[in-house]
């Protein structure tokens, strides 16, 4: 097997909006194929900014982007790479321009030159794929929070990305729609040739991840694998962050003298987890 391929790479990457402090200010990172990692921190400290660097929908003051080992440098690069890119915000409704589904799929294809031959066969594919098929002639808008979320995946996989980015995806979302969502984003992850980057502030959002990088007023503070990272008591609480649910019942239970083999990060880790 052939080394993994560098999609995205972030050097002394700085931005400041006109007028103001820098958001952004010396950042670098990168982002391989078959890889998730997990971008945490206090709201205000530039996640919103670094997606739209990223998505080129702003240019840096200075530092270089680089998508598929190529620089990002002139309009042409920044409008052709967003088609390599897959946003989902916060609010799935914001992503909805069409009366149905299946037409907003469509439309997707369309902004980005696909015949509608072929932009009717990814859709058919998207709709199965994601099992959307019964609500193709939906309102996206009315659907549940899961479905609506998987109907904003199954629109930007249509355009087969290389990149996805999920800010805030689940703060909106009940438990059972959450775990609906969560297990479409790790079955994206096997496939193997996409880079996914999940922005949370939230850590129980962030113990899949194979990195995680801790955002501090523009800059990486801390960056290390999920465990190293959610685990360190004083990192989450100089960021005002909690550990993951299971993580601070296992925390609680050592301190009343119940031996752990190791901290868990996740609930099905638990009982592997106890020093019984």
């Not at 799935?92 to 072929?118: A, C, M, Q, W, Y």
């Not at 009717?120 to 808008?141: N, T, Y």
């Not at 009343?256 to 592997?272: D, G, M, N, W």
């Amino acid at each position: 097997m052939g080394e993994a391929i560098k999609l995205l790479e972030l050097k002394g990457v700085s931005y400041s909006y006109p007028g103001k402090k820098r958001v952004i200010s010396d950042l670098s990172l990168d982002l391989y194929e078959g890889e998730m990692i997990g971008i945490m921190g206090r709201n205000g400290y530039g996640k919103s900014t670094l997606i739209k660097l990223i998505d080129s929908l702003i240019i840096p003051d200075s530092g270089e982007i680089s998508l598929l080992e190529k620089p990002i440098e002139s309009d042409e690069d920044r409008y052709s790479s967003r088609r390599w890119i897959g946003i989902s915000f916060q609010n799935p409704d914001s992503h909805f321009v069409s009366k149905t589904l299946r037409e907003d799929i469509l439309f997707g294809l369309g902004n980005f030159g696909f015949s509608r031959d072929e932009a009717e066969k990814r859709a058919d594919r998207v709709l199965e794929e994601f099992g959307l098929k019964e609500f193709q002639e939906r309102d996206p808008r009315e659907l549940s929070g899961g479905e609506k979320e998987r109907a904003v995946i199954a629109t930007l996989i249509a355009l087969s990305p290389r990149i996805l980015i999920f800010d805030e995806v689940f703060s909106m979302l009940d438990g059972i729609s959450r775990e609906m969502v969560l297990k479409t984003i790790l079955e994206l992850k096997k496939r193997g040739d996409i880079g996914i980057i999940l922005i949370s502030h939230y850590a129980e959002d962030l113990v899949y991840s194979d990195r995680i990088l801790v955002l501090d007023d523009g800059k990486i503070s801390k960056e290390g694998s999920a465990y190293d990272i959610l685990t360190d008591d004083r990192t989450l609480r100089e960021h005002s962050l909690l550990p993951p649910c299971a993580t601070r019942i296992a925390l609680s239970l050592q301190r009343a003298s119940i031996p752990f083999k190791r901290i868990p990060l996740r609930v099905e880790e638990f009982k592997e987890c106890l020093d019984a």
